[in-house]
């Protein structure tokens, strides 16, 4: 039996629209006599990050957090002083995957941005000049729960008002593609803009 055609999309943020310079972190740790990949290390362990991602936390208290972990090896003031700096980068919008968006709004199909995030999501999605061009956002801090809870896809598919066997989600991460798949919904495994003529198909008019 064959899946109903997606009527709405949930695309995710990091990894797929939002991309990331790894260089910029390397850049900062070097500048400050940090071990390379530091920053990334302690900042996503499960630890602090699946508080603030479920908004138990806020982005400023995670970061402290950051600053603590890094104290020992270089002194509170240098440690505060890297973190600044390596925030202020706050990533790059893929301009294939924010065209495909605008797309697929024209032909009047909803799209939601469906991310793990923290408070800082709102004025990330300004700086980037994202703001009105997503129909819904779905932030886990403000769900409480996170990709890939069932839990979840629920409050995301309730926020497009569709149900699940008609959302479509793209999404660069395995475990979240099966966890959106064990929800319901369709799932797309992003692994870069040569996806987007398959999605297009995906979400194309029968007929």
Request: aromatic share 4%; hydrophobic share 45%; glycine share 8%.
């Given at each position: 039996m064959s899946r109903e055609r997606a009527t709405a999309l949930l695309v995710d943020f990091d990894g797929v629209l939002r991309r990331w310079d790894p260089a910029v972190a390397v850049g900062v740790e070097r500048a400050y006599g940090l071990t390379e990949g530091v920053l990334d290390e302690i900042a996503m362990s499960w630890g602090l990050l699946q508080p603030v991602l479920t908004g138990r936390v806020s982005h400023a208290e995670w970061m402290a957090s950051v600053v603590a972990a890094?104290?020992?090896s270089v002194g509170e003031q240098q440690a505060q002083a890297a973190v600044d700096e390596w925030q202020r980068y706050r990533g790059e919008?893929?301009?294939?995957?924010?065209?495909?968006?605008?797309?697929?709004?024209?032909?009047?199909?909803?799209?939601?941005?469906?991310?793990?995030?923290?408070?800082?999501?709102?004025?990330?999605?300004?700086?980037?000049?994202?703001?009105?061009?997503?129909?819904?956002?779905?932030?886990?801090?403000?769900?409480?729960?996170?990709?890939?809870?069932?839990?979840?896809?629920?409050?995301?598919?309730?926020?497009?008002?569709?149900?699940?066997?008609?959302?479509?989600?793209?999404?660069?991460?395995?475990?979240?593609?099966?966890?959106?798949?064990?929800?319901?919904l369709s799932a797309h495994r992003w692994s870069g803009p040569g996806d987007l003529r398959y999605l297009r198909a995906a979400l194309a008019p029968a007929g």
């Open positions: 890094l104290t020992p919008v893929d301009p294939q995957v924010l065209a495909f968006v605008r797309e697929v709004r024209a032909s009047g199909v909803p799209v939601g941005l469906a991310t793990n995030a923290t408070d800082v999501l709102d004025a990330d999605l300004a700086a980037l000049g994202l703001e009105g061009e997503l129909d819904v956002v779905i932030n886990s801090s403000v769900v409480g729960t996170h990709k890939p809870a069932k839990e979840y896809f629920e409050a995301a598919c309730e926020a497009l008002r569709t149900s699940p066997s008609r959302v479509l989600l793209v999404d660069d991460n395995d475990r979240v593609v099966a966890g959106a798949r064990v929800a319901g």
